[in-house]
């Protein structure tokens, strides 16, 4: 079965610190994955996907197709990363639906 | 810039009502989505449509319908509120493309009585 699981609720850190938000899937083809954010009192947005390989606000996450994971990465955590994280799944290229995972609430702490 | 609109951000019904929501999107975008997001479960998939008239069912559809008669607006309906429907709502669109970038609407919190 497709899924995506994000193993913490909530991690919290200070400020300075590396962070790595934890995301596993279980998919049987070649996955397409990406990390949604969601800030305080604004909308859900894309920060990045596997195919870009890019570097946005710091973070970065690799797809790691034997241990099947896509982890987010950042050296150093700032306060106003603070926020809601999503990892999700493509579902195959014949469509554009997507598996999202649970979520985890990041907070940094000053 | 992709702007996605609800048409409430907070709306309170009674069990048994009718309810809609409305969600427009202003770039053209072939394929629309409706999911719900709840703390613990994250987002789940309602209901998809990759073009006018045309929908498939997400992880949830049971008590939804959808409608989608212009390319621009996709429209979640409740045929009979329950209160386990109570929850937020979130519209997105996206181009259709290899990679492509889902862009949301602020959301509508419904709150079923």
């Known amino acids: 079965a497709q899924r995506v699981t994000q193993p913490e609720k909530l991690l919290s850190v200070f400020k300075g610190a590396p962070v790595e938000l934890k995301c596993n899937y279980s998919?049987?083809?070649?996955?397409?994955l990406f990390w949604y954010v969601q800030y305080s009192r604004q909308r859900l947005q894309l920060l990045l996907r596997h195919i870009s390989r890019e570097s946005i606000k710091g973070f970065t996450a690799d797809l790691n197709k034997g241990e099947t994971s896509f982890h987010l990465k950042k050296p150093f955590a700032q306060e106003e990363d603070s926020a809601m994280y999503y990892c999700?799944?493509?579902?195959?290229?014949?469509?554009?639906?997507?598996?999202f995972g649970t979520g985890t609430r990041l907070k940094v702490l000053a | 810039d992709v702007k996605v609109t609800q048409s409430s951000r907070y709306l309170v019904k009674r069990t048994g009502e009718k309810v809609f929501l409305e969600c427009v999107q202003d770039m053209d975008h072939e394929n629309m989505f409706w999911y719900r997001q709840d703390p613990g479960l994250g987002l789940r998939l309602i209901y998809f449509s990759y073009d006018v008239k045309m929908k498939e069912k997400g992880d949830i559809p049971e008590g939804y319908s959808v409608s989608r008669e212009k390319k621009e607006r996709f429209s979640l309906i409740l045929e009979s509120a329950s209160t386990n429907q109570t929850s937020m709502y979130l519209c997105?669109?996206?181009?259709?493309?290899?990679?492509?970038?889902?862009?949301f609407g602020p959301g509508t919190r419904l709150t079923v009585l």
């Open positions: 999700a799944l493509r579902r195959g290229s014949g469509t554009y639906k997507y598996i």
């Open positions: 997105a669109s996206s181009l259709g493309s290899v990679g492509d970038t889902q862009y």
């Open positions: 998919y049987s083809g070649s996955p397409e």
